[in-house]
């Protein structure tokens, strides 16, 4: 992520208390890491640094096997999300019909690269091999709407709706 488009961590004290004792569930369980992980990302929404090192000291373990797992599992996410979670598919069907130009589209209004989040929290962008959706290609999916057969054209107007 660019300097620029880095979002504070901005853990509460209520949070750090839900991880602790997440920590403490899971300190003497064999396998605990993943669990913690697990919860962590459900407390939190994703595994900034900071948690990452909470983790590793809790647990006893070391911050690099801490990142290993999160970073080996893609279930994991080391980057926050935005309140409105937008996927481009980049299937085959989708490609073909010009995916790339939507993913284009929407990073270059956002002013951010996939696998970021805006400044303000308000969007982040992912990109998905398939959303099931192939009949509509190209598609983008806007938290739970979708959206098919789009035009790179119509990227802005879709993401103005949602501010």
Do not use: W
Request: proline share 4%; net charge negative.
């Amino acid at each position: 992520m660019s300097e620029k488009n880095s979002v504070p961590f901005n853990g509460t004290p209520e949070q750090e208390k839900q991880l602790m004792e997440v920590i403490a569930k899971h300190r003497t369980q064999p396998g605990g890491l993943m669990p913690t992980l697990q919860e962590a990302q459900g407390i939190y929404g994703y595994l900034p640094v900071e948690v990452q090192s909470k983790i590793a000291d809790g647990l006893g373990v070391s911050l690099s096997e801490v990142f290993g797992v999160a970073t080996f599992y893609s279930q994991f996410s080391l980057t926050p999300k935005g309140k409105h979670k937008i996927s481009v598919c980049l299937g085959t069907a989708c490609y073909v019909k010009g995916s790339d130009k939507i993913l284009e589209a929407v990073e270059t209004k956002l002013g951010i690269k996939s696998g970021e989040c805006t400044e303000d929290g308000m969007f982040s962008i992912d990109s998905c091999r398939c959303v099931g959706a192939c009949g509509l290609a190209p598609v983008m999916l806007v938290d739970e709407d979708v959206y098919g057969k789009l035009t790179a054209k119509e990227v802005g107007k879709i993401l103005d709706s949602y501010n």
